[in-house]
C-alpha cells in the first residue's frame, strides 16, 4: 500500500518512455517526444495529458547551477524538534520552506525529525542562518550540519514494475 493519496497508478511502457524522455529534457514539444518516441502527435499528447491527470506527472522546472547563483555551499541539516506533534511538525515544514536557502525538506522518522537541504554563498550565511533563524524555533532542540563537497543527482527514475 502507497498511504492515502499516493497509491500505485500502474503505467505501461510507453507511459515509461513518455516519463523518461520527458525527466530527460522537460522542454521538448510535444512533436518531438513523438518523433522520439515513434507515436502520432495527437497519441502522445492524449498519453502525456493522462500521465498529468492521474497525478503522475506533477511538474516541470529547470535545473540551475547552484555555484552560477550564488549558492556554491550546500549543506545537509539534521533536526530534532519537539514536542513531536502534526503541528510541530506542520509548523517547522513551512518555515524551512519559506526560506530562501531551503532546497528541500524531508520529514523522516528515527533519531532526527526533518533533514533540509540548504545551498548558501558562504560558511559564514550557513553559520548565521542557523544561529539566527532555525535556531530561535522554540520547537529545535538541536540540529546537526553536514557539509556537501559534491553533489550528483539522477535525472529520472523509471517506475516500480508491476505485480
Known amino acids: 500500500m502507497f498511504g ?9 511502457e510507453l507511459d515509461s518512455a513518455i516519463l523518461r524522455e520527458l525527466q530527460a529534457d522537460a522542454r521538448l514539444t510535444n512533436r ?3 518523433a522520439r518516441l515513434g507515436l502520432a502527435p495527437s497519441s502522445c499528447l492524449v498519453r502525456t495529458r493522462a500521465l498529468r491527470e492521474r497525478g503522475v506527472l506533477t511538474g516541470f522546472h529547470g535545473q540551475v547551477d547552484l555555484a552560477k547563483i550564488g549558492r556554491s555551499v550546500q549543506a545537509l541539516i539534521a533536526f530534532t524538534v519537539r514536542p513531536l506533534s502534526r503541528d ?5 515544514q513551512t ?5 530562501p536557502e531551503v532546497i528541500a525538506v524531508f520529514v523522516l522518522g528515527g533519531s532526527d525529525d526533518f533533514l533540509v537541504h540548504v545551498a548558501v554563498p558562504t560558511i559564514s550565511d550557513m553559520h548565521a542562518m ?15 550540519t553536514s557539509i556537501v563537497y559534491e553533489h550528483v543527482r539522477q535525472l529520472s527514475i523509471d517506475p516500480a514494475p508491476a505485480d
Open 95 to 99: 518555515f524551512a520552506l519559506q526560506q
Open 130 to 144: 542557523l544561529v539566527d533563524r532555525f535556531s530561535k524555533r522554540r520547537e529545535v532542540v538541536g540540529f546537526r
Open 88 to 92: 510541530v511538525i506542520r509548523g517547522f
Open 32 to 34: 518531438e517526444l513523438a
Open 4 to 12: 492515502k493519496g499516493k497509491e500505485w497508478t500502474g503505467v505501461d
